[in-house]
């Protein structure tokens, strides 16, 4: 504390420092101009904790709708419009992105009652479709439509229940891309909406009843979490609350309805990650006594029904994860059995269909199902020979069919469905698009963090590439929230390695890769471990010649913006570009805004005494120094971010605006959009991706943006040559593309 008491002595000379750097425009820009980015006002905001004083030079910004605020973001989109748009190569950018996105996507289905609920959006539909087919072999029929609900294709939707039978769906309408939904409830025979609407609000369970009279939901209140009881037909007033009080807006708390509509299941998460859960059960569901099954156990449980039974996959007593059984007619803990015992490898979920358990394992960050019969014994096991993502295991107890996704780097997803009593899977969809995955060469790689610790690291590209150095590298991850990073298609990775550069994955502890001590090495007091990782893989990148730190962008979202603008501010030096999204940036206050009291046990909170000093240490608002040469940096977020606040990205721009690195510093704020880019219009993805791949490739060329925006005026660069270059087919004997 005495250390950083001295850091902060020196605040009043940092913001004078700023407030020169601010007025002392124009910088140069990734357009070649004079164009200067907006000034900003700068603030004298300060807070103490204990000995330290913090300064906060753009705490104005953090007011979203003031007028001030509003002036500021549209005068940084014009100036990041102009930047952007002058960069060369975006014409055959976005031809070749609406190739590899404008194509036919399905997502994996629901079964319910021989009908299976699904997503699909065809080639020239801006937004999914929510289709139903009656039975295996029928015909895909519309159920709900979005593209109606908005003239700009904004609104989404998304399906949060089905009814015992099919006959009923609950279906929630998404405004770009914000974690809020509108609930209504449809009948699947009539396609007709009931009158019944539960209102905007961050929903986190919707369960509805056999019988179609009713819907449990839990919704997210001021004061917390509550579950409600809606009686179909009847007035909002009337709703009735079931469980809830004492939780605060810091706890999670899901639902779960047995098949039977008999057993509600109240599920309380301690955090985003559930460091802690506790399960209840209420019998009859609404109206019963609500049971404890666990509530002092300082672990993980994740639940299924399987008749009149309940799975639990734990962490309890097995880092890694194991299934434990429990009659809920006598649920007490000694009566507990373990049906899955834990392994070397962990447990990253699991399924109750067709009266097996389905639990996927990551071995060596590889997904891997292995099947189980109710008394544990193995029977078979779903797996597949390249380097991929096996993930959405899905399927009811009392139905034979279950369904998986299968993708990788370089091969699109495909969906499958499992006859669980054959054992036999087939080809449900299928996306096809055009890419040949045979050019690509995926490696799994490890190298030694800091602390000696080693840690994977997947790397993607054109097959035959020789490392010289000369190559433009993107490297990414994550690190939280105990969430792995696996392979998946992504059109962004696609084409930045059809066009000769390399993609990097890297495991960084913090995720699940490893279990839950991976995970708890890279939480509270241990996070800087993460940004080690994410830093020792550039270096590896680096000495291995992959790339070099001219040619060295690194990409992070959400807690990935985290990551990314600490790797930023802790080695400059390594990187030439930044694309921070979504990010937590100012990690001493983060846990005031918006449900940022969810990560409270993940980060810590800055009005934790003990807590305070790690959190600044490598809180990336608070590491700006001025006179340093920072990359070149987009920042992305927009005010439909209902997670992330975007006062984050808005802070940080302008700080690094003002901090005298003459690379540019951009904002790309969407007035329209949120923190699910996935569920904007496929056209905004494309000129989204547009934008961040021109700004990618332009300063990992070896070059500033603005040198590049030179040469093409001049007619000395070929300017929109973006597209697949085929390299030869590798010679005889030469090693597979697939190396472990």
């Known amino acids: 504390m005495a250390r950083l008491s001295r850091v902060f002595l020196l605040s009043g000379v940092f913001l004078a420092a700023i407030a020169r750097l601010a007025a002392a425009q124009p910088f140069p820009t990734a357009s070649g101009s004079s164009l200067p980015p907006p000034q900003t006002r700068v603030d004298e905001a300060r807070d103490v904790y204990g000995a330290v004083t913090v300064t906060d030079p753009y705490r104005w910004l953090e007011d979203q709708n003031a007028p001030e605020t509003r002036a500021w973001i549209e005068s940084q989109n014009r100036y990041a419009e102009a930047v952007l748009q002058a960069l060369p190569g975006r014409d055959a950018l976005r031809r070749r992105l609406d190739e590899l996105l404008k194509v036919d996507t399905v997502r994996t289905p629901y079964e319910e009652g021989g009908r299976y609920f699904f997503f699909k959006r065809r080639a020239a539909?801006?937004?999914?479709?929510?289709?139903?087919?009656?039975?295996?072999?029928?015909?895909?029929?519309?159920?709900?439509?979005?593209?109606?609900?908005?003239?700009?294709?904004?609104?989404?939707v998304n399906l949060l229940?089905?009814?015992?039978?099919?006959?009923?769906?609950?279906?929630?309408?998404?405004?770009?891309?914000?974690?809020?939904?509108?609930?209504?409830?449809?009948?699947?025979?009539?396609?007709?909406?009931?009158?019944?609407?539960?209102?905007?609000?961050?929903?986190?369970?919707?369960?509805?009843?056999?019988?179609?009279?009713?819907?449990?939901?839990?919704?997210?209140?001021?004061?917390?979490?509550?579950?409600?009881?809606?009686?179909?037909?009847?007035?909002?007033?009337?709703?009735?609350?079931?469980?809830?009080?004492?939780?605060?807006p810091e706890k999670g708390l899901g639902l779960g309805l047995s098949d039977d509509g008999r057993?509600?299941?109240?599920?309380?998460?301690?955090?985003?990650?559930?460091?802690?859960?506790?399960?209840?059960?209420?019998?009859?569901?609404?109206?019963?006594?609500?049971?404890?099954?666990?509530?002092?156990?300082?672990?993980?449980?994740?639940?299924?029904?399987?008749?009149?039974?309940?799975?639990l996959e734990t962490n309890w007593k097995a880092p890694n994860g194991r299934v434990l059984a429990v009659n809920l007619a006598s649920p007490e803990r000694d009566r507990w059995k373990e049906i899955v015992p834990a392994r070397d490898s962990a447990i990253d979920g699991f399924a109750a269909a067709g009266g097996r358990l389905f639990v996927t394992y990551l071995e060596n960050v590889m997904s891997k199902v292995r099947i189980f019969d109710p008394a544990g014994k193995p029977r078979g096991e779903v797996a597949f020979p390249e380097i991929g993502r096996l993930s959405s295991m899905r399927g009811r107890w009392t139905s034979s069919d279950a369904f998986f996704s299968f993708q990788s780097f370089v091969t699109?997803?495909?969906?499958?469905?499992?006859?669980?009593?054959?054992?036999?899977?087939?080809?449900?969809?299928?996306?096809?698009?055009?890419?040949?995955?045979?050019?690509?060469?995926?490696?799994?790689?490890?190298?030694?963090?800091?602390?000696?610790?080693?840690?994977?690291?997947?790397?993607?590209?054109?097959?035959?590439?020789?490392?010289?150095?000369?190559?433009?590298?993107?490297?990414?991850?994550?690190?939280?929230?105990?969430?792995?990073?696996?392979p998946e298609?992504?059109?962004?990775?696609?084409?930045?390695?059809?066009?000769?550069?390399?993609?990097?994955?890297?495991?960084?502890?913090?995720?699940?890769?490893?279990?839950?001590?991976?995970?708890?090495?890279?939480?509270?007091?241990?996070?800087q471990n993460v940004f080690d990782d994410f830093i020792a893989a550039a270096e590896w990148l680096?000495?291995?010649?992959?790339?070099?730190?001219?040619?060295?962008?690194?990409?992070?979202?959400?807690?990935?913006?985290?990551?990314?603008?600490?790797?930023?501010?802790?080695?400059?030096?390594?990187?030439?570009?930044?694309?921070c999204s979504y990010p937590l940036l100012d990690m001493v206050r983060y846990h005031k805004f918006l449900v940022a009291g969810y990560w409270?046990?993940?980060?810590?909170?800055?009005?934790?005494?003990?807590?305070?000093?790690?959190?600044?240490?490598?809180?990336?608002?608070?590491?700006?120094?001025?006179g340093t040469e920072y990359p070149a940096v987009l920042f992305i977020t927009g005010d439909s971010d209902t997670r992330v606040a975007p006062l984050h990205a808005r802070k940080m721009a302008a700080l690094l605006q003002a901090s005298g690195s003459r690379r540019p510093v951009l904002l790309h704020y969407d007035t329209k959009a949120g923190h699910s880019r996935a569920s904007t219009p496929i056209p905004k993805q494309i000129d989204d991706l547009t934008d961040e791949l021109s700004f990618l490739f332009?300063?990992?060329?070896?070059?500033?943006?603005?040198?590049?925006?030179?040469?093409?005026?001049?007619?000395?660069?070929?300017?929109?040559?973006?597209?697949?270059?085929?390299?030869?087919?590798?010679?005889?004997?030469?090693?597979p593309g697939v190396l472990l």
């Open 412 to 486: 699109p997803q495909t969906i499958y469905r499992y006859d669980v009593a054959k054992g036999t899977r087939s080809v449900w969809a299928k996306e096809s698009v055009p890419i040949v995955s045979a050019d690509f060469e995926v490696r799994q790689v490890r190298y030694p963090s800091k602390d000696g610790t080693s840690v994977p690291m997947f790397l993607v590209h054109r097959r035959g590439l020789k490392p010289d150095g000369s190559h433009p590298a993107l490297l990414t991850g994550y690190g939280g929230f105990n969430l792995a990073q696996t």
């Open 161 to 248: 229940g089905i009814a015992r039978g099919g006959g009923l769906i609950a279906w929630g309408a998404q405004l770009g891309g914000e974690d809020e939904n509108t609930v209504r409830f449809r009948e699947v025979d009539t396609g007709r909406d009931l009158p019944d609407v539960l209102p905007r609000a961050r929903y986190l369970g919707i369960e509805l009843t056999p019988d179609r009279k009713g819907v449990y939901f839990s919704r997210l209140e001021k004061d917390g979490p509550r579950v409600y009881w809606h009686a179909f037909g009847s007035e909002r007033a009337a709703d009735r609350k079931i469980f809830g009080d004492g939780y605060g």
């Open 542 to 579: 680096i000495r291995e010649k992959y790339t070099s730190p001219s040619h060295l962008a690194i990409s992070g979202a959400s807690n990935g913006g985290l990551l990314v603008g600490a790797a930023m501010t802790q080695r400059p030096d390594l990187f030439a570009a930044v694309v």
């Open 698 to 735: 332009t300063e990992t060329k070896g070059e500033s943006a603005a040198a590049v925006g030179r040469k093409a005026a001049g007619g000395r660069r070929e300017a929109g040559r973006v597209g697949v270059r085929r390299e030869p087919s590798p010679a005889a004997g030469e090693r």
């Open 489 to 527: 298609f992504a059109a962004r990775a696609a084409v930045w390695v059809e066009n000769g550069g390399v993609y990097a994955l890297a495991n960084l502890r913090g995720g699940n890769e490893f279990g839950e001590e991976w995970h708890r090495a890279g939480m509270l007091a241990r996070k």
């Open 125 to 156: 539909e801006d937004l999914a479709i929510l289709y139903v087919r009656r039975g295996a072999r029928g015909k895909d029929e519309p159920l709900v439509d979005p593209h109606p609900l908005s003239p700009d294709h904004r609104t989404s």
């Open 263 to 311: 057993t509600l299941l109240l599920v309380v998460s301690h955090g985003s990650a559930a460091v802690k859960t506790e399960i209840y059960a209420q019998t009859p569901a609404g109206s019963g006594p609500v049971v404890p099954i666990v509530n002092d156990v300082d672990a993980r449980f994740a639940p299924r029904f399987a008749g009149n039974r309940l799975f």
């Open 600 to 626: 409270v046990p993940e980060y810590g909170s800055g009005d934790d005494p003990d807590q305070f000093p790690f959190l600044y240490a490598y809180s990336p608002y608070h590491h700006v120094k001025p």
